[in-house]
């Protein structure tokens, strides 16, 4: 199934080459199949994209928690964690944010924040 899905994030690529989202799920299903260059490749672009919607709209919480994420996902944690606060900052109440910023950190080591953060987004209404 997960070359149909590719298939799916491809035309919504072709269709929308702006479209973030598709370039991420692309990555997730490209790094499922064990196709490591092809999803980093898509994940730079998902960054790219990213960066592009941040500079157009600086308060665009949702573009700097996907950027955090695929960061956090590359192992570039402190970058992560410096999105997902930027994303926090712009919206308090971004539960998802608070969660993964909580990974960022306990990837990191500081656990004693990572469990803080945590117990923020489970206040938020995060269920995982």
């Keep these: 199934k997960l070359d149909r899905a590719i298939e799916a994030y ?7 080459p702006q479209y973030a989202y598709a370039w991420y799920l692309k990555g ?12 980093i490749n ?11 919607a941040i500079k157009q709209n600086p308060q665009y919480f949702d ?3 996907l950027k955090g994420h ?6 570039k944690y402190d970058e992560a964690m410096q999105a997902f ?6 919206y308090p109440q971004y539960a998802k ?8 950190l306990k990837s990191l080591g500081r656990t004693a924040e990572a469990n803080a953060a945590f117990t923020k987004a489970k206040e938020l209404g995060y269920e995982g």
């Design 42 to 52: 898509a994940d730079n672009e998902v960054v790219r994209l990213s960066d592009e």
């Design 70 to 75: 695929v960061l956090y996902e590359q192992g």
């Design 85 to 90: 606060d930027k994303a926090i900052e712009i």
């Design 63 to 65: 573009a700097w928690n």
């Design 10 to 16: 491809n035309e919504a690529i072709e269709i929308d």
């Design 28 to 39: 997730k299903a490209l790094d499922q199949q064990g196709k490591h260059d092809e999803a």
């Design 97 to 104: 944010a608070w969660n993964k910023k909580g990974d960022a």
